[in-house]
């Protein structure tokens, strides 16, 4: 249901990896969850508000990356939904930051031009991957969180501990 509402059509190659993202996001989710709750403002509706926002930036060392998140609330918060839109389009900026959306889409015959931006789209780094090191490099590491979620994504980082998770599954 949250998914629904994650906006991230205007990445590039949408929607070719809306289901890995998706698949990403859904097995991050509490930990992400948690993320949002840290931040959000106090009866702010269940929203981070611009005060919020400005010390998850801050406390994830993202604050340049600012207007790459797109536009928040009129009243400048984020609902979940927009909250994981915006991490999505942090990461595609982060991790490709001289992209810059062309309107290829609207050109219709083959042109030099076209080649050549092209050529320069391959080595985007895709949405997935952008998503990945954002949160593991970035998000996880710095953002407030509760002890307990912090713990349990540490835990599940090691080899030992996923292998005795794994054998306690029914």
């Known amino acids: 249901r949250v998914w629904a509402m994650v906006d991230v059509s205007g990445i590039h190659s949408y929607p070719l990896w809306e289901a890995d993202v998706y698949e990403l996001l859904r097995s991050y989710f509490r930990r ?4 949002f709750k840290s931040y959000s403002d106090a009866g702010a509706d269940g929203k ?11 406390d994830c060392r993202l604050k340049e990356l600012r207007d790459a ?7 400048g918060s984020f609902t979940l939904p ?30 030099a031009k076209l080649v050549a931006e092209s050529a ?12 990945t090191s954002l949160l593991t ?13 912090r713990l ?19």
């Open 69 to 75: 998140a797109g536009p928040a609330a009129d009243d």
């Open 152 to 170: 349990w994504g540490q835990a599940q980082q090691t080899r030992e501990m996923r292998y005795l998770l794994a054998e306690l599954r029914p």
């Open 137 to 149: 490099e970035a998000v996880f590491p710095t953002a407030k969180m509760s002890a307990s979620v």
């Open 82 to 111: 927009a909250f994981l839109s915006a991490l999505c389009h942090i990461a595609f900026a982060r991790k490709n930051p001289r992209y810059e959306p062309n309107g290829m889409y609207e050109l219709y015959e083959p042109s």
């Open 120 to 131: 320069s789209l391959t080595a985007c780094v895709q949405l997935p991957a952008c998503v």
């Open 48 to 58: 981070v508000g611009p005060t919020g926002w400005a010390a998850f930036l801050r």
């Open 32 to 35: 992400l969850s948690d993320v």
